[in-house]
């Protein structure tokens, strides 16, 4: 925490899949805080819509497009933010999407693309965030200190936690982040770099928006409906003790818990950001 007593000020964090929806709330949420925002989306002008909003609110925020699922895309936004800021304190993965099928119709395809970007993609972002995440945090505490904040923070899903019917891609993914997440716990702990998992339930987003009113994105040759049939949307609100989905500003909030130094001494939790579902 700097000089103005906001809780990120000085910061630098990334967010993957911030062009909309919980990503876009956080780091929006980050940028109020003082943290410098390296804002990321597959789809270039809500990308860039994030970053004017920052701005508007006298934040600061660079735009770096991108497809997560691309081989080149770690190097590209973790160069761009060393380029533009020198540092790296918080890693968000949290670009995503759903495709959903029942097991016994689900292709190949189906199944590879969402460990792609839910599991590969955060993999290979951590990996080359390494020299400036644990190395840095190595380099201080040789020093004997201080240590400055660093944290990762992975999004996973009730889906994962649960399972979900219609979702069997979707859930080992985002139960493979946890183990992912507990992971490099262990191995970046020592020096310092938190990584946490945040579990949401049902947050409104484009993601959950009703089936019927026909979201979709294109995915190489293949146009994928997103959202949630209206009925099941209706039993989601009706079975969560708080009766009511939650907003993206909520979601961003339990990430910004998890990166800010009230979490300190937080690391490989899973935080569950549901309204109580499930339980
Ligand atoms: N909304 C929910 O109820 C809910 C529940 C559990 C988990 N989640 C997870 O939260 C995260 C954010 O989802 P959201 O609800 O805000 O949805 P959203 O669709 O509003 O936002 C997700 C963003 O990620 C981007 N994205 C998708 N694939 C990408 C890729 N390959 N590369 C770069 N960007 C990509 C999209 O363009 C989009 O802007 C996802 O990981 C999702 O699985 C959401």
């Given at each position: ?117 839910h599991n590969t993609a955060p993999f290979r972002l951590i ?153």
């Amino acid at each position: 925490m700097g000089m103005s007593g906001k809780l990120l000020d000085g910061d630098v964090a990334i967010i993957t899949g911030a062009g909309r929806g919980i990503g876009a709330a956080s780091a929006r949420l980050f940028a109020e805080h003082g943290a410098r925002v390296v804002v990321s989306d597959r789809d270039a002008e809500p990308t860039e819509a994030t970053v004017e909003s920052i701005k508007a609110a006298g934040g600061t925020a660079i735009a770096v497009p991108g497809d997560v699922t691309d081989p080149s895309f770690a190097k590209k936004i973790i160069g761009a933010a060393i380029d533009a800021y020198g540092q790296l304190n918080h890693l968000v993965n949290n670009a995503g999407y759903t495709w959903d099928g029942m097991l016994h119709k689900m292709s190949d395809e189906q199944w590879h693309a969402m460990i792609e970007v839910h599991n590969t993609a955060p993999f290979r972002l951590i990996r080359e965030a390494s020299p400036y995440m644990r190395d840095k945090g190595r380099e201080e505490m040789g020093k004997g200190g201080p240590v400055a904040n660093r944290s990762i923070v992975n999004v996973s899903s009730t889906s994962g936690l649960h399972g979900n019917t219609g979702q069997i891609n979707y859930a080992c993914a985002k139960m493979g982040i946890i183990g992912l997440t507990k992971t490099v716990a262990k191995e970046w702990g020592p020096f310092g770099v938190r990584c946490n998992a945040i579990a949401f339930g049902f947050i409104e987003t484009r993601l959950t928006g009703s089936k019927e009113a026909g979201a979709s994105m294109t995915v190489g040759d293949k146009e994928i409906a997103l959202g949630i049939p209206e009925g099941i949307r209706d039993m989601a609100i009706m079975f969560n003790p708080m009766q009511r989905a939650g907003s993206p500003e909520e979601a961003a909030g339990g990430v910004f818990f998890l990166c800010s130094p009230l979490a300190a001494y937080v690391n490989g939790h899973c935080l569950e950001v549901t309204g109580g579902a499930g339980i």
